[in-house]
């Protein structure tokens, strides 16, 4: 998977729409302390489905909408669209991924205009070996993090790594059909003992 652009609206410090291109080679951001850098790697993880507020460093998760300053009224809700292209199974377009939160209304996801869950951006990103706990993605704090990780957390950013964490959420998913497919079938016997 190739990120194009990052554009976000309202997340966070950036309230005015903005753009950040992501050409081939290495791309740096730079800036003074507090300008927001962090900030866009954070836009990167909330759009691929980061759910956790805390490690947003927020209370909740309406603390990345845009907060409001003293010259400035807070903003109602927040966006951020991740452009991709060489997405596993999506043939080389290009594909957009956006995410919407409302203050009042949680969070929303698109694929390329179309309304998804959360589960399926998830899925997307875990098939091409990325996502919100990519260890690619490093932000501050995270190499101590990793050296100190149990075997079990280590295991699963190998799997990530390997492209094949989407494979559990699959697995539960078939689990749970084929329960309610044995329950369905002992209900059928039943009803067929009945009329015997
Ligand atoms: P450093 O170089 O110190 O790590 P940085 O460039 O990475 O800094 P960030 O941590 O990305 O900066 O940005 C912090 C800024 O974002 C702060 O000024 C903070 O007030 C602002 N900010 C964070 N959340 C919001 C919000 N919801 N609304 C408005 N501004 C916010």
């Not at 010259?71 to 292209?85: G, K, M, N, T």
Request: aromatic share 4%.
């Amino acid at each position: 998977m190739q990120i194009k652009r990052l554009r976000l609206s309202g997340f966070k410090s950036f309230v005015e729409p903005a753009d950040l291109r992501i050409e081939p080679g290495l791309t740096g951001v730079v800036g003074p302390n507090g300008c927001g850098k962090s900030n866009l790697l954070e836009a990167l993880r909330w759009a691929m489905g980061e759910n956790s507020a805390k490690s947003m460093r927020g209370s909740g998760m309406e603390d990345v909408i845009f907060a409001g300053t003293s010259r400035r009224p807070q903003r109602d809700f927040a966006e951020v669209s991740i452009l991709a292209e060489e997405v596993g199974g999506t043939d080389g377009d290009e594909v957009e991924i956006v995410r919407r939160i409302e203050r009042g209304a949680g969070s929303a996801y698109r694929i390329n205009g179309r309304d998804v869950r959360a589960k399926d951006v998830a899925l997307l990103f875990a098939d091409a070996a990325t996502g919100a706990h990519s260890p690619a993605l490093v932000s501050q704090g995270r190499i101590s993090a990793v050296i100190s990780a149990k075997p079990e957390q280590r295991r699963q950013m190998l799997e990530e790594a390997a492209g094949i964490a989407g494979l559990h959420v699959r697995r539960r998913d078939a689990e749970q059909r084929l329960r309610a497919t044995e329950t369905n079938l002992a209900r059928l016997d039943e009803i067929i003992a009945d009329q015997d």
